[in-house]
Nanobody, 125 residues
Framework: QVQLEESGGGSVQAGGSLRLSCVAS????????MAWFRQVPGKEREGVAA????????YYVDSIKGRFTISRDNAENTLYLQMNTLKAEDTAMYYC??????????????????WGQGTQVTVSS
């Protein structure tokens, strides 16, 4: 069964940090692009960071550049999102996502079709 399971969300004050994790199972994780998305009620889900299968290439939206870092451990089938200097506007449900097609370029958020159930991040100002 193909599955993604996120953890690490929580409540933090502005300026604080959190580290999200996502464990993948049921497919060849090490060959696939991975990404993090987020969604607030009433808005569309947005991609915030993506990473190539080998972890060399990363892609970020402008709103989180310099504050968030995406990384992966292919030996452990795990994806991470280190979030520093959190702001109130980062409050959202965060989702791990996988692109199940083998690709070289992982910077298109429209390619991601497998989702986890999400983990809530709440930042208080």
């Amino acid at each position: 069964q193909v599955q993604l399971e996120e953890s690490g969300g929580g409540s933090v004050q502005a300026g604080g940090s959190l580290r999200l994790s996502c464990v993948a199972s049921g497919y060849t994780y090490s060959r696939k692009c991975m990404a993090w998305f987020r969604q607030v009620p009433g808005k569309e889900r947005e991609g915030v960071a993506a990473i190539s299968s080998d972890g060399v290439d990363t892609y970020y939206v402008d709103s989180i550049k310099g504050r968030f870092t995406i990384s992966r451990d292919n030996a452990e089938n795990t994806l991470y999102l280190q979030m520093n200097t959190l702001k109130a506007e980062d409050t959202a449900m965060y989702y791990c996502a996988a692109d199940l097609v083998d690709r070289v370029y992982c910077g298109s958020f429209r390619a991601f079709t497998l989702w986890g159930q999400g983990t809530q991040v709440t930042v208080s100002s």
